[in-house]
């Protein structure tokens, strides 16, 4: 059962910005082993999003509550997939030849089509979950 949590925690702390007691430890056969908890890991941080979506639509306007819910994924996260859907637009959109690309990936700074990309899946995301809520 410890074993399972550990893996659990593993999964947690490389997939989100939440702190996990030291005895948890790191390794990439631990990451490796931890895979299967990743949905669960994904749940709880749609959870926590949809938990701050529910505690600001109480005192807030819906289109703010939705705002501060996608900061609190993405605070949860510390935007780990908008950081990798940025270097793939930028690699995609800039690389003409493959390592050309995954040079682009590497580098740490935002170019236009990272930008680009992530200004527009934002603002869809955005929408979408105002829509979901006006429609509930």
Known sequence: MLRELRLFLTAVQFFTR??????????????EQAARYLPLVGICVGALAAAALWLG???????????LSMVASILITGAFHEDGLSDFADGMGGGHSKEKALAIM???RAG???????????LLKYQALLSLCSAH
Do not use: E, M, R
């Open 18 to 31: 939440i702190p996990v007691p030291a005895w948890v430890g790191h390794s990439a056969q631990q990451l």
């Open 57 to 67: 639509v109480q005192v807030l306007p819906l289109s703010l509550a939705v705002g």
């Open 106 to 108: 590497k580098d740490p």
């Open 112 to 122: 236009a089509y990272g930008v680009i990309a992530l200004v527009l899946v934002l």
